[in-house]
Each structure stands twice: as structure tokens, then as C-alpha cells.
């Protein structure tokens, strides 16, 4: 499992891509793509996102 | 408008910190590429736009019509509880910018200079070879590479060309804010010429809410909170607004996000080929979350020192090593102080923040966050002020006391 990424609630702001810890996230410009191979599944950048768009599931 | 092969440096993101460094480098004759993501300069904001005097003073910046839109003459900050201190002067004491406008005039000083700035073009790697990094940059569709001896990297938090290059920039949960805002019109209901601040956990945990005016009714009405909280920042902006009659049925015109490094401050800020500058190096204001002066700053003493790697053609860690100090001499020991002040913050509890809003003066608020109490004014807030209170008295022993900074929660 990775985290996903809902492109209609996020803002492009680059908070999440700051904090993950494996660099499993890149922003490109408006579109945000997350690496399902690199995530570890840890949550940082659910507790970052100022609108809540990103999820893990458990 | 093409890119060439080499460039004596690049600089990733054309943010306040790349145009700074930017218009300084181009101005020495020194052949600059600047790159940013962005289809355009200063959009979208991650920013409330608040600049204060200081900042055009130390970096001898005139305000210009165009995009220093509101003068500033004070702030009000608010308890819960709704009781407020307030300082407002006569004169101006900063402004709140339209940045947009400011960042593109950087962009066209530096492009006057010599800059080449290049919009939509994504650096996706970075490695060095033969004492030079090759940047991969994506645009339009194509892959291309530049070489260059140094890459000053001022792309904002999320600072991956430096992690490309073996630096570890990477944002600390604990010591990030998560920013939220709407840019409003149709607002009413507070002083245009002051920046208001709402404290209380329930309101903006670990934070604040901010009213920053600018001209006609308009506002940056936004949020910054700690970054491990449960619900979102915009989760705490939006129940605040609903309960704000001079807000309530405003207009939203812009909405903004971002996240803030308020503290995790970096040991070391380059490496072999690489300087970094601006938020990508966590030069933030921890207390509140303030950066595009520190970003100018940061990105000038960039340049100061690409410049000088530049003349001598030397680019190794070791050469580039005077920036970290340099950059703490200069800023970095006054922002570690006021880290202190944040973290003592962060121990208030509501009826706190209501007590001292109704004992403590505006200058004894500022003295408290700048770390600049002297011990006549640490005795005299003991003494008379806080006495009543055993909690704040605890708090404030330790604060006053301890100078490596308060423990981590
Ligand atoms: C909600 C909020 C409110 C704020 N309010 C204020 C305020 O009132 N006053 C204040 O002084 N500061 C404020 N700040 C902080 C301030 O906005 C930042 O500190 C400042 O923008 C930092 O400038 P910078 O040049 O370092 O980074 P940025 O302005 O973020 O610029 C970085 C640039 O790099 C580009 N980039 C990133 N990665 C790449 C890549 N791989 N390739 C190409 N380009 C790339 C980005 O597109 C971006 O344009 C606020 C921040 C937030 C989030
Ligand atoms: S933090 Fe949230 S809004 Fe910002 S880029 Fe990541 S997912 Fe999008
Ligand atoms: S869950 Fe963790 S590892 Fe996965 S993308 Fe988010 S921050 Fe990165």
C-alpha cells in the first residue's frame, strides 16, 4: 500500500515533498505523483497537508 | 529561449531567495540560469505577504507602488478570550506586499542583469561528474541536462535538488507549521493598518490566525499550525471564519497553502557544488513563520559566496564551507533565539494567553519572542506580573533559564 494523493482537494504546495522521508513524492507544477515503489507507507505527508488530501490506508 | 549546455551557476526556483541570489550573480557578469517549475513567477502564493521595515532597511529596498500595496503602522494580538494588546505608531513599520507583483520585478532586475530565467522547466535529478553536477531538467515534454561547477538550490520546502545532491534537507514534522489562507474581499471589522493575530488552542494549535490587510476591504485571512495535528489547517480556518461577522460572507478571491519550517534549522547549508538558500534551508522566522526577508538575505550571501567559488574556480565542500557560519552570524544565531520564545509559546495554555493579554504590554510581548529580556525585566514579570499565576511562573523559570532552548514536547 502507498499513499494516494486526491489531485481535486490538493493545492500543489510541496509541504508533503518536504517531509517524506524517502523522497517518494515530486511536484510538478499542478500535479502531484507519488512513487507507490519508494512510499513506507508513514504518514508524514497526511499530517502535513494543510487540506488533507493525501491517505494511507491501513 | 533555449537552454545551453553549461552555465557558470544554476539556481533552482525562482522564488525571493533564487531572484536575490540571482540579481546579484548576473550583476557580477557571472553567466546565471534560473530555473522554476512554474508557468509563473510568484504564482501561486504560499505566502500572507507581511514584510516588515526592518527588512527594506537592511537590504536598502524601496517600497514601490506597484507591490508594496499596504503600509503597516502596527499589530494587535488577541487572546481567546477575545481581549487584544496593541502596539500602533505613527509611522509606517512595514507593508504587506502583492507579491506576485514584487517577484516578477526581481525577475526582470535580474533578467536586465543578465539573468536567463526559464519558466515550466522542472530540475529531476541532479549528480555530479568530473568536479561538475549534471541537472536533468524536464520541459515541454523533453528531457535535457546542463552542466554547471554549482547549483545554489532555493527550491522551497520541498528542496530536492539538494537531497539529489547528498544534503539532507528534509522538514521535521515537529518543527513545521501547515499554512492555510484565503486571500478575502468584502471583509470588514478591523484596523486596515495594523496585521491582527489570534492565539488559542482551540482557534490555531501551535499557532495563529492572521488578518494581513491589503488595500479595499481585501485580506490574507489565513492559518499556520503544528504540522502533526489530527485535522487540517484548513479544518481550524474555515470554523474561525464562520464565526467572525466581519468575515462570514466575504468573498474568496485566492486560496493559498504551504507548509513553514519554523525551527528545524539546518547544521549545514552546502556541500561540493551545491549551496542552498531560502526556505530550502529552513531560513524562517520561527515565531511567526515569516520568510521573504530572510530569503532575500539568505539568497544574497549565496551569491556573496558562489561569487567568490566562482573567481577562484573552486567548488568543494571545503571551499564553500565559510557560508554556514556566515549565514548564522548574520541571522541564523538571532532565529535560533527566537526558536526559544516559539517553544514557550507552544507551553501556553488558553487561560495563559488570557491572563498575559490583560497583564503583559506589547513590548514586553516582543522582548519575550526576540529572546532580549534583560534581568530588570525578567524580575519585574516574575515579580508583579506572573506571581499569580504558578504554571506561567514554571514556564517562564525555565524559558528564562535555560539557554540551549526549551525541551522538545
Ligand atoms: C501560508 C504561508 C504564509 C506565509 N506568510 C508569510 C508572510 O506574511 N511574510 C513572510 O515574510 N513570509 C511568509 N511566509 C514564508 C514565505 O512565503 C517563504 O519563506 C518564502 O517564500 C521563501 O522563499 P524561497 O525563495 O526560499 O522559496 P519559494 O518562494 O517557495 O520558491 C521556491 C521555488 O522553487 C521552485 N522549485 C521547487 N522545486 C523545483 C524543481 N525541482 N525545479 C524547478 N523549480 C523548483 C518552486 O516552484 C518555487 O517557485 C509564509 C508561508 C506560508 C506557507
Ligand atoms: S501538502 Fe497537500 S496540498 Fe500541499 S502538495 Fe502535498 S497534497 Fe497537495
Ligand atoms: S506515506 Fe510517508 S513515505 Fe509515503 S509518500 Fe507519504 S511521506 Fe512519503
Known amino acids: 500500500m502507498a499513499a494516494k494523493n486526491n489531485f481535486e482537494k490538493c493545492l500543489y504546495c510541496g509541504g508533503c515533498v518536504g517531509v517524506c522521508p524517502v523522497q517518494a513524492i515530486t511536484l510538478k507544477d499542478t500535479r502531484l505523483i507519488i512513487d507507490p515503489k519508494k512510499c513506507i507507507n508513514c504518514g508524514a505527508c497526511v499530517s502535513i497537508c494543510p487540506v488533507g488530501a493525501n491517505k494511507v490506508e491501513k | ?409
Open chain 2, 1 to 409: 529561449m533555449e537552454m545551453k549546455d553549461n552555465y557558470d551557476v544554476v539556481i533552482v526556483g525562482a522564488g525571493p531567495a533564487g531572484l536575490a541570489a540571482g540579481i546579484d550573480l548576473a550583476k557580477e557578469d557571472v553567466n546565471v540560469l534560473i530555473l522554476d517549475r512554474k508557468q509563473e513567477i510568484g504564482c501561486p502564493k504560499r505566502c500572507a505577504e507581511g514584510l516588515g521595515l526592518g527588512w527594506f532597511n537592511r537590504l536598502e529596498l524601496k517600497p514601490k507602488k506597484e507591490w508594496a500595496v499596504q503600509p503597516i503602522h502596527g499589530a494587535a494580538l488577541y487572546a481567546p478570550n477575545g481581549e487584544g494588546v496593541q502596539m500602533k505608531r505613527k509611522e509606517v513599520m512595514g507593508y504587506v506586499l502583492e507579491r506576485k507583483m514584487f517577484e516578477k520585478d526581481m525577475a526582470i532586475q535580474a533578467a536586465k542583469a543578465g539573468a536567463k530565467i526559464l519558466l515550466k522547466h522542472q530540475v529531476i535529478s541532479a549528480k555530479r561528474e568530473d568536479g561538475e553536477v549534471i541537472l536533468t531538467v524536464e520541459a515541454d515534454n523533453q528531457t535535457r541536462t546542463v552542466r554547471t561547477p554549482l547549483v545554489v538550490a532555493c527550491d522551497g520546502v520541498d528542496s530536492l535538488t539538494a537531497k539529489m545532491l547528498g544534503l539532507n534537507t528534509k522538514l521535521d514534522l515537529n518543527e513545521t507549521d501547515a499554512g492555510y489562507q484565503y486571500e478575502m474581499t468584502g471583509v470588514s471589522g478591523y484596523d486596515e493598518h495594523l496585521l491582527h493575530l489570534y492565539f488559542g488552542t482551540d482557534i490555531a494549535p501551535r499557532g495563529y490566525v492572521w488578518i494581513f490587510p491589503k488595500r479595499n476591504g481585501t485580506a490574507n485571512v489565513g492559518i499556520g499550525i503544528g504540522a502533526y495535528e489530527e485535522k487540517t489547517a484548513k479544518y481550524y480556518l474555515d470554523k474561525w471564519i464562520s464565526e467572525q461577522d466581519g468575515l462570514a460572507n466575504g468573498s474568496i478571491i485566492e486560496v493559498n497553502a504551504g507548509a513553514i519550517p519554523v525551527g528545524g534549522f539546518l547544521d549545514k547549508m552546502e556541500a561540493d557544488n551545491l549551496i542552498v538558500a531560502g526556505d530550502a534551508g529552513h531560513m524562517v522566522d520561527p515565531i511567526h513563520g515569516g520568510g521573504i526577508g530572510i530569503a532575500l538575505e539568505g539568497g544574497r550571501l549565496a551569491a556573496k559566496h558562489a561569487l567568490k567559488a566562482i573567481k577562484s574556480e573552486k567548488y568543494s565542500n571545503e571551499d564553500l564551507e565559510a557560508y554556514t557560519p556566515d549565514w548564522y552570524n548574520t541571522r541564523g544565531n538571532e532565529l535560533k533565539k527566537r526558536l526559544k520564545g516559539r517553544h514557550l509559546l507552544e507551553q501556553l495554555k488558553d487561560d495563559d494567553f488570557n491572563y498575559l493579554a490583560g497583564s503583559i504590554t506589547m513590548d514586553e510581548a516582543l522582548k519575550i519572542g526576540n529572546g532580549a529580556l534583560t534581568k530588570k525585566d525578567k524580575l519585574l514579570l516574575l515579580s508583579k506580573k506572573l506571581v499569580t499565576r504558578p504554571g506561567l511562573v514554571k514556564i517562564f523559570m525555565k524559558y528564562m533559564k535555560d539557554d540551549s532552548g526549551m525541551p522538545k514536547k
